[in-house]
Antibody, heavy 121, light 110 residues
Framework: EVQLLESGGGLVQPGGSLRLSCAASGFTFSSYAMNWVRQAPGKGLEWVSVINAGDDGTYYADSVKGRFTISRDNSKNTLYLQMNSLRAEDTAVYYC??????????????WGQGTTVTVSS | QTVVTQEPSLTVSPGGTVTLTCASSTGAVTSGYYANWFQQKSGQAPRALIYSTSNRHSWTPARFSGSLLGGKAALTLSGVQPEDEAEYYCLLYYRGAQLVFGGGTKLTVL
């Protein structure tokens, strides 16, 4: 069974940093592109970032470009999101989502349960 | 800034049929936008339903179908069940690897 388990969320002050992790199991992690998607309280979904399977391409939403960095460790079956210079508007549940192929344009299929990030003083 | 627009809310009777749409501020939605549809029930993570406009995932019930309709992506639910009450989001893929979700449609089954 494909499983994605996010962790690393919490309360952080504006301007602070946080690193999210997504532990994957039940599939060959290194073969699939992975996404981060967030959802602010009471709001809709917002795509954040995607990384190709071979770590040969990373892409970001304009709202996080230059502040967030997506990465992966295929030896640990883990996806990461390093978030710097955090703002109140980054407050959200962050989901990782597997795609059905190796590249950013492959469709998302399985989602984790999410981890909550709160940016507040 | 690219905006993807969905109906904020729709209501359907059990057993009925309803169509949700997804429009792009850049113009007509075509197959090149690889429209995806997701379902999110209250308090749960999203679940993928449709990819590349009209392809169901292996777990997607046959009553869900995707298409292009009048320059928009569309999700049609036929024979709606009470458990279909949820928020539905479309996702479009743009040049430069920009993925944009619609604002979501809250579907009420009443």
């Amino acid at each position: 069974e494909v499983q994605l388990l996010e962790s690393g969320g919490g309360l952080v002050q504006p301007g602070g940093s946080l690193r999210l992790s997504c532990a994957a199991s039940g599939f060959t992690f290194s073969s699939y592109a992975m996404n981060w998607v967030r959802q602010a309280p009471g709001k809709g979904l917002e795509w954040v970032s995607v990384i190709n399977a071979g770590d040969d391409g990373t892409y970001y939403a304009d709202s996080v470009k230059g502040r967030f960095t997506i990465s992966r460790d295929n030896s640990k079956n883990t996806l990461y999101l390093q978030m710097n210079s955090l703002r109140a508007e980054d407050t959200a549940v962050y989901y990782c989502a597997k795609t059905g192929g190796a590249y950013y344009y492959d469709p998302m299929d399985v989602w984790g349960q999410g981890t909550t990030v709160t940016v507040s003083s | 800034q690219t905006v993807v627009t969905q109906e904020p809310s729709l209501t359907v009777s059990p057993g009925g049929t309803v169509t949700l749409t997804c429009a792009s501020s850049t113009g007509a939605v075509t197959s090149g936008y690889y429209a995806n549809w997701f379902q999110q029930k209250s308090g749960q993570a999203p679940r993928a339903l449709i990819y590349s406009t009209s392809n169901r995932h292996s777990w997607t019930p046959a009553r869900f179908s995707g298409s292009l309709l009048g320059g928009k992506a569309a999700l049609t639910l036929s024979g709606v069940q009470p458990e279909d009450e949820a928020e539905y989001y479309c996702l479009l893929y743009y040049r430069g690897a920009q993925l944009v979700f619609g604002g979501g449609t809250k579907l009420t089954v009443l």
